[in-house]
């Protein structure tokens, strides 16, 4: 697939990021996380752009979307954040720990 194509109708905010799929691409544009459907089949065309959620107005431009294509991680500024942001937990060791309970439950 080259070439250039023009999805948002407004203007990105952010670059794109592709689904885990390959059929739809998701950037940010007017304070919504937006998608369009891509068919690569005969001919590369995209659907018209739909809003996803709204996004928060200090989006730093980091997010994407896990391999299930079911969640997004958005990073925002803490000024955005209702919470006290005094305290920073650390969790060491959380891949064994995972690996564990995964094991677990595959027994």
Not at 25 to 50: C, H, Q, W, Y
């Amino acid at each position: 697939m080259n070439g250039k194509w023009q999805v948002s109708t407004g203007g990105a905010d952010s670059p794109p990021i592709w689904s885990p799929t390959g059929k739809e691409m998701f950037f940010a544009e007017g304070g919504s996380l937006m998608k369009v459907d891509v068919n690569r089949i005969p001919n590369v065309t995209f659907s018209r752009p739909e809003s996803v959620c709204p996004t928060p107005p200090l989006l730093f431009g980091l997010y994407d979307i896990s391999r299930d294509g079911k969640r997004f991680l958005i990073t925002v500024s803490a000024e955005e954040s209702n919470q006290d942001l005094n305290q920073l937990n650390v969790i060491v060791g959380w891949f064994t720990e995972l690996t564990q309970k995964l094991a677990s439950i595959q027994k």
